[in-house]
């Protein structure tokens, strides 16, 4: 296998519409890019990619995240464990 599989989440689903409430964004959006979500999301589990920054700057030369996004996420991430 050369790559992961893509990943289509389903915002209707109650994991990723519990996140997306909490987002500015909240709808999907599509990258060109992988990650190991589809794997996971083949096996059963519900699976997101979610991070600080905006991937305007994602993945880009010279890309960058804020700390007050570091921060956003960290606070974030308090939430959905609590």
């Known amino acids: 296998m050369n790559g992961y599989p ?3 989440a389903d915002p209707a689903h109650p994991a ?10 909240p ?6 890019y992988g990650t190991e979500a589809g794997y996971f999301a083949g096996l059963g589990l519900p ?12 993945h880009q030369p010279n890309e ?3 700390r007050s ?3 956003r996420c960290a606070a974030l991430l308090d939430v959905l464990v609590s």
């Open 64 to 66: 960058s995240i804020a």
């Open 69 to 71: 996004e570091l921060a």
């Open 16 to 25: 990723i519409a519990a996140l997306a409430h909490h987002l500015d964004e």
């Open 27 to 32: 709808a999907p959006v599509k990258v060109s």
């Open 6 to 8: 893509g990943l289509d």
């Open 47 to 58: 699976t997101v990619v979610c991070g600080p920054g905006s991937m305007a700057d994602g």
